[in-house]
């Protein structure tokens, strides 16, 4: 299943994510910091989406309230609930 997130207050404005049952196959950010975003998303490639939630929910970048490993538990969130 692919899965594309819009996502707010963060450089990044897109995230797209494809699981296989609950294990993450891949994962793109669009925009945002390219180093960081590439690292994220090697980081997590074969990784149950519910532990990646655990781990990255509620991380805030510069007081934003938010940041792209929050914004990506929240991408996965949704997207097991839409399987």
Known sequence: MVYTFKTKGICS???TVELEGEIIKRV???GGCAGNT???SQMVKGMNAKD???TFKGINCQGRGTSCPDQLAKALEEALDAS
């Open 13 to 15: 404005r897109q995230i």
């Open 28 to 30: 793109e950010f669009l």
């Open 38 to 40: 590439l690292g994220i």
């Open 52 to 54: 990646v939630i655990k």
